[in-house]
């Protein structure tokens, strides 16, 4: 019996350094992007649809994925996420060093870079609905919602682990090759054959078994994208009864997670090119500020969704209320920011607004139908969030071209016309 349980916690554990792998290496990447597209002149519209395009094939393969693995098995689906994952990144870091030493231009690296980003989009999407799977048919109803929110927990925790060791990977030079900005590229790629070597080892082969429990798509792991526990209302709640979007129970909390979640996308996009201008920053300079301020927006956020919320006991409807207006004022403040500190200190205050009004949405979606359409509604809950970061990012870009403090003002402005909308429809 206890080398039965050992083995399980074993298996767990394994899966969890999955789930961080694959969310810590994504964020990673997108800390030092902004970075990486100055230092090789491309132009900022370029580095939002690198963005755009891993997270539309994301949220367009995540299902097609979580039916696959209950018919083609779990472990084989892990395999396929880590592989991608792996690829993608040694692709990307290949190409993004062939334009820091100069053979190729710095336009067609990151067109290239775009190229590998697809794979990661396409494929990645692969692994956390099979590690759900896996853990949801091994556990018994009464410890599988804590087990599957340790899971989610990891996705939260890689946002932080991310953009905070990235400026320490950065390679310098091997040989006579200059690797730089594309070092983080390189070293989670490495992270990702090794885990996917222990998958391969350590996880039975179920192609050809019964496969228990069932996962559901996540939602495309991004900086400011903290999980909201939807994922694992898919997957362990009925889906007997279809939920539409435009139903008229879940309309107003489908609006606001719209409008709340571009508003996330757009500032947590655009921060890293903030901090670069306002502080008047080399690219390779930038990236330890730029880790300073996504580290404080996202632990802002975790301190909120793990600590706060739960202490207060506030209902959704005074989440999204209170989320929109902390995260207004901290958006207005960032776009107004000079110092490194107003922006940290601004941006975790908009990020904890945000650690509000997530949660919020989510919950008041579920708590808006009957326990039959839990699984619909929780599906629809994570679609919301993860288009958020298709076109997020690029709207967030067009508007800091037009003016810095534009697209937070902008933002700030449509929050509080989100507290006052939810002020007369959320119920």
């Known amino acids: ?9 074993r298996r767990f554990a394994l899966l969890f350094v999955v789930m961080l792998t694959i969310a810590a290496g994504n964020t990673a990447l997108q800390s030092v992007l902004p970075a990486l597209g100055r230092a090789l002149g491309v132009a900022d519209q370029a580095v939002a649809a690198a963005f755009s395009v891993s997270a539309l ?57 775009i190229l590998g980003r697809l794979i990661y989009g396409s494929c990645g999407s692969a692994a956390p609905p099979a ?8 556990t018994g109803r009464e410890e599988r919602t804590r087990a599957l929110t340790l899971l989610a927990s990891a996705f939260g925790l890689g946002t932080i682990l991310g953009p905070a060791i990235a400026p320490y990977l950065l390679l310098g030079h091997i040989g006579t090759i200059e690797i730089g900005l594309a070092g983080p590229a390189f070293v989670f790629a490495g992270f990702g054959i090794v885990v996917a070597l222990a998958v391969r080892a350590i996880l039975p082969d179920d192609r050809l078994g019964a496969h228990p429990g069932h996962g559901a798509s996540s939602a495309y792991p991004s900086i400011g994208g903290a999980p909201t526990g939807a994922s694992i209302a898919a997957a362990t709640q009925p889906h007997a009864e279809a939920v539409r979007f435009a139903d008229p129970r879940v309309r107003a909390w489908m609006i606001a997670g719209l409008v709340a979640g571009h508003a996330q996308a757009v500032a947590s996009q655009v921060i890293g090119f903030l901090v670069i201008d306002r502080l008047h920053l080399a690219p390779a300079a930038a990236l330890e500020p730029t880790g300073i301020v996504l580290m404080m927006g996202a632990g802002a956020a975790l301190l909120v969704q793990w600590g706060v919320i739960p202490l207060l006991g506030l209902s959704p409807r005074r989440l999204v209320l209170i ?22 200190t601004a941006y975790a205050l908009a990020s904890l607004g945000f650690g509000f009004t997530r949660p919020g949405f989510t919950a008041g979606a579920s708590l808006a139908v009957g326990p039959a359409a839990q699984g619909s509604v929780a599906g629809k809950v994570t679609s919301v969030n993860g288009a958020s970061f298709v076109l997020g990012p690029s709207i967030g870009i067009g508007l800091y071209e037009f003016a810095h403090p534009a697209p937070y003002l902008i933002v700030a402005g449509a929050l509080l016309l989100l507290a006052s909308y939810g002020w007369r429809a959320l119920r």
């Open 1 to 9: 019996m206890n080398r039965a349980v050992s083995s399980l916690d």
């Open 57 to 113: 094939l994301w949220v367009i393969a995540a299902p097609f994925w979580a039916a696959r693995s209950d018919t083609h098995g779990r472990r084989a689906m892990i395999l396929i996420g880590l592989a991608g994952f792996a690829t993608s990144l040694l692709l990307c870091g290949s190409f993004l060093a062939a334009g820091i030493n100069g053979w190729i231009g710095g336009t067609a690296a990151f067109g290239l870079f």
């Open 131 to 138: 590690v759900q799977a896996l853990v949801a048919g091994e």
């Open 323 to 344: 989320g929109a207006l902390l995260a207004a004022t901290g958006c207005a403040l960032t776009g107004l920011a000079t110092s490194l500190y107003g922006i940290a």
